[in-house]
Structure formats: C-alpha cells, structure tokens
C-alpha cells in the first residue's frame, strides 16, 4: 500500500503530468505525419556512449561527417558496412540545377523485393529509410532531408516490393524539437541498384547554397535488430 501512495505522489510530480499531457495529446489525433516529430523529441533525451565511455548528444553540431555537394560526388562508401545490401550505401551525389535537385544513392543490391509492414515491427515506429541530409549553412546541424521512408502501418498488410511503390518519398524540415513535412513536389524512380529523387523547385532547393553541407543515412529494422549505413561514415 505504501508502495503505491508513494508511486502516486511520483506521478504528480510536474514532469510526470507534462508527460501524461504530452502522451495524452499524440494519442488523442494521431497524426502519421508526425511520426518524426515524436521521435525527434524521444531522441533527444536519450544518452548515448560513446567509444571512450563519454555521453554523447545526438543534436551535437557534427561537422566531420558532412561534405559540400561536389565533394559528396567523388565520395565512395565501403560496401559491406552495412549488414544488407540494400541499406548498404556505395555512393551517392546531390546536383542542384535550374530544374530542381537530383539526388542519387547507390546501394550494393536493390535486385530483391522487401517486406514492408513486417509482423515483427512496432506499429508507427521506423521500418525502412534512405535519406539525404542537408545542413543548409553548415554549422553542423541539419535543417532538412530528403529521403524514402517507411514507418510500420497498423492498418497494413505485410506487402513484399520496391522501394519507389512502398516508401513514402518527401522532403523534412527540421524544427526545434523535431520536423514537419515541407511543401515539395517529388519524383522518384530505381535504376538497377540506384534509387533516384528528384525535388522540383521550392524554398528547400532555393536555399541551397555554397554553404550547404549533405550525408546520407540508411536504416532498416526488422522488429529485432536496426542497422543502418552512414556516408560519410
Ligand atoms: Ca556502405
Ligand atoms: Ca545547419
Ligand atoms: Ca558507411
């Protein structure tokens, strides 16, 4: 009994009711769009450790990994870093011209067809990715991506295909505390093992500049394991 007077007290304590506020809120207009940004603020207060035991933050600027557009395309990326060949990253490239941004990823073998919605994988949580990143004034941190992404559907059959048919393609903006869809209009397509997107012109292409710094990242999850592939590593 005193166990749960005491727990009771706990849970009116005010991080506790912003919490259940929060909580109450996501679950009242579920939103899929706001996936990222429900994530973003669970990553956030994550601690990671690092190689040498220290904690690291996750929104830390990061400027080792990152590369202008021109150097991206002379960049090649260790096949076999990533555990399946089709998040394993080989190269990639971003070219912004009157028409838009083409951005292209190869990746060591796209010839097999995927699961999606696999029964393994948590509803609404993160099932397959591949996305380019774009730190507009490079000062480290990311302020919008483009990407192929799929998040476990509670509504959907488990479906086997390509990427271009399943993944959802858009265009992020980051926000504070995470990120909304920015307005952009898309086109994808796959060539062999190479997964193509291209933005037409918008905010998001005009704001490219000299500055602009970009990687790439790849995930997967079967419900079991994630892996996924940077470049630059
Ligand atoms: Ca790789
Ligand atoms: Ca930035
Ligand atoms: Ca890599």
Not at 67 to 90: H, K, M, N, Q, T
Not at 191 to 219: A, M, Q
Request: proline share 5%; glycine share 8%; with cysteine.
């Amino acid at each position: 009994m005193a166990v749960y007077s005491l727990m009771d007290e706990e849970m009116k304590k005010t991080e506790y009711l912003a919490m259940q506020k929060i909580v109450k809120k996501h679950a009242a207009g579920w939103d899929p769009e706001s996936v990222y940004a429900n994530i973003a603020v669970e990553m956030k207060d994550r601690q990671y450790t690092d190689t040498q035991g220290g904690t690291v933050d996750p929104y830390a600027p990061r400027l080792e990994n990152r590369a202008s557009l021109e150097d991206i395309a002379d960049e090649a990326d260790p096949e076999g870093d990533a555990a399946r060949p089709f998040i394993d990253l080989v190269n990639a490239s971003v070219e912004k011209d009157a028409d838009g941004l083409i951005v292209r990823m190869r990746l060591a073998d796209l010839s097999q067809p995927l699961t999606f919605n696999q029964p393994g994988v948590r509803d609404n949580t993160m099932e397959y990715r591949w996305a380019a990143m774009f730190d507009m004034n490079g000062d480290g941190r990311d302020e919008y991506s483009a990407e192929w992404v799929w998040f476990k559907d509670p509504e959907g059959k488990k479906i086997g295909g390509g990427i271009v048919d399943n993944a959802q393609m858009s265009v992020w903006k980051m926000t504070g505390d995470g990120a909304e869809k920015a307005d952009a209009h898309l086109r994808g397509e796959q060539k062999g093992n190479e997964l193509i997107l291209e933005v037409l012109p918008c905010d998001f292409v005009s704001s490219i500049g000299p500055k602009t710094r970009v990687h790439f990242k790849t995930f997967y999850s079967d419900g079991k394991t994630e892996e996924e592939d940077l470049m630059p590593d």
